[in-house]
């Protein structure tokens, strides 16, 4: 029999993914998951088995024990709050003792969480990558793989990418699903002592959230996920193709075929990411709807108990609370920030704020000191400042991405990149200048930004979006401002009623008096 007859004995052909027409995808949960578990559990029975055993123990363990810390810090914060809303002094004090050693304790851990999850990411993918090679080139697979048509696409990206992609993706959905059961169980267990109805009441909540998500979205969506990966894959094999037989197309004037073949193979790329983008859209429609809803729904049922004294108020607060100042011009509303800044020290009285690192303030007017773009997002970050990055120095395309977010998408490629250097105050308008401010604010993740008339300058869409971007940080955030449409990004409200006196309404409350006075666009002329 000839070599092309002969059934392929390879283990490369044995761990193959076979091309599926992407019309009728086999992509369910059950059928894909024993494919994955055989592909996954190689690593763990082989001879590098010790080394994958123990880098899989010691990311549960720490998992476990980053649970463990986030609990304790739950009550840490908890004791913050009850004991400021009493004025107790001294239990204050006890409680910040107590949030100091869990920190100390936890920033060293979840750094470590965090490497061990990488090198086992890197790990997995090393000896995975070097178990294809070995089985592609033995007994002459990769000669028989591409005598036989249609049994495997593109196996040179499969290997150089789609490896590192599963054990990325199945290190972060495995490690996910690990914390998040630990997480059920703990935080299961303190909301019981608060009230059982809250636990039933969440995994209800959770379960049809999830089965929406899963069976609504998640298989289409996985199944566009693997058809535009084989679309890239042809689309990249033809350009290859054309690179290595560039003369014999040459001589046959084959360019005009070539290009129709390429340009194939790209529309039907663009027709899936088409219908990826169509569907993530829908799918972000339904996870902002959710998600909005899980800050009303526990409140609504803790609230009636808070009201009642059975619970104090650190159990049921949360963070990202934010606040709008209102009040006609000159009334002291600026310099009430001014004041919170340091900036102002004329006059009597004590004013209680986080520590300035802690703190993010945005003028009405922007500073665009002299550099390229990229120190202009970074800033105030830099050499000899306070400020620093709260996690990692943000790549390009960070940066990139929360330039979209504040609807200036082609700002780098406009200026020639990231690092172009202009004087920014002339090349940008205002309203720019504003956008790339808010910028800075969302880049440096602070604990409590104020915000002076920052977003005076932007139209309403665009302010609407800044404001929304800055709410799915876990920030809270102070705003002096005069629109009505802000009063629909701050959960409280302080008014000057006159006289130097001022009044706190929540939102809705503000909102209700308003309609009675029959109030539209601006809150003061």
């Not at 086999?26 to 190689?42: G, I, Q, T």
């Not at 550099?371 to 050499?383: I, N, V, Y």
Request: charged content about 20%; overall charge neutral.
């Amino acid at each position: 029999m000839d070599d092309e007859k002969k059934p392929l004995r390879s283990p490369a052909m044995q761990i193959a993914v076979s091309r599926t027409p992407v019309e009728n995808p086999d992509r369910s949960l059950l059928r894909v998951f024993p494919k994955w578990l055989k592909v996954a559990k190689l690593w763990f029975q082989r001879e590098d088995k010790r080394k994958a055993q123990a880098f899989a123990f010691a990311a549960v363990l720490l998992a476990a024990a980053t649970t463990y810390l986030l609990l304790r810090i739950s009550y840490a914060q908890a004791a913050f709050q009850t004991t400021m809303s009493k004025r107790d002094e001294e239990g204050f004090m006890k409680a910040v003792k107590r949030f100091v050693l869990i920190i100390v304790m936890a920033c060293p851990l979840f750094a470590t969480a965090d490497w061990v999850e990488q090198r086992l990411t890197l790990e997995w993918r090393n000896w995975l990558t070097s178990y294809l090679l070995r089985a592609y080139f033995a007994d002459r697979a990769f000669f028989k793989l591409k005598q036989q048509a249609g049994s495997l696409d593109n196996p040179d990206q499969r290997i150089c990418d789609d490896v590192p992609a599963f054990t990325d993706a199945s290190t972060k959905l495995i490690m996910s699903a690990v914390r998040q059961l630990l997480n059920c169980i703990v935080f299961a267990g303190l909301l019981w002592t608060v009230t059982p109805k809250l636990v039933w009441f969440l995994f209800v909540y959770a379960g049809v959230g999830t089965y929406v998500t899963t069976s609504a979205f998640g298989k289409r969506l996985m199944q566009l996920h693997f058809a535009t990966v084989q679309r890239e894959g042809d689309l990249r094999f033809d350009m290859v193709r054309t690179r290595e037989n560039a003369e014999s197309i040459a001589f046959y004037n084959g360019e005009v075929r070539e290009v129709g073949v390429a340009s194939r193979c790209l529309q039907n790329l663009v027709a899936i990411a088409r219908l990826r983008i169509n569907w993530s859209a829908c799918l972000s429609l339904w996870t902002n709807c959710y998600s909005y809803a899980t800050i009303l729904a526990p409140a609504f049922i803790t609230a009636p108990m808070y009201f009642r004294g059975e619970i104090e108020f650190g159990i049921i607060s949360q963070a990202g609370n934010s606040l709008l100042i209102v009040g006609p011009s000159g009334c002291g509303k600026s310099s009430m920030l001014r004041a919170i800044a340091g900036l102002w020290t004329i006059g009597n009285g004590e004013i209680e704020c986080p520590p300035a690192e802690d703190m993010f303030f945005l003028p009405q007017q922007p500073f665009m000191p002299l550099g390229t773009l990229r120190q202009q997002l970074l800033f105030p970050s830099g050499e000899g400042s306070a400020w620093s990055m709260r996690t990692h120095p943000p790549t390009d395309a960070d940066l990139r991405s929360l330039l979209d977010r504040v609807q200036l998408p082609d700002l780098a490629d406009t200026v020639g990149g990231l690092d172009t250097e202009l004087e920014w105050s002339h090349v940008l308008s205002l309203g720019e200048q504003q956008r790339l401010a808010f910028l800075r604010l969302l880049l440096h993740e602070p604990a409590l930004a104020f915000l002076d008339e920052a977003t005076g300058a932007l139209d309403s869409a665009t302010e609407a979006s800044c404001y929304k971007a800055l709410q799915k940080h876990s920030t809270s955030f102070v705003s002096v401002g005069h629109r009505m449409q802000l009063l629909d990004y701050h959960t409280d409200v302080l008014h000057h009623v006159g006289n130097g006196q001022w009044q706190h309404h929540t939102s809705e409350q503000f909102k209700r008096q308003l309609s009675l006075q029959n109030s539209a666009g601006d809150l003061f002329s």
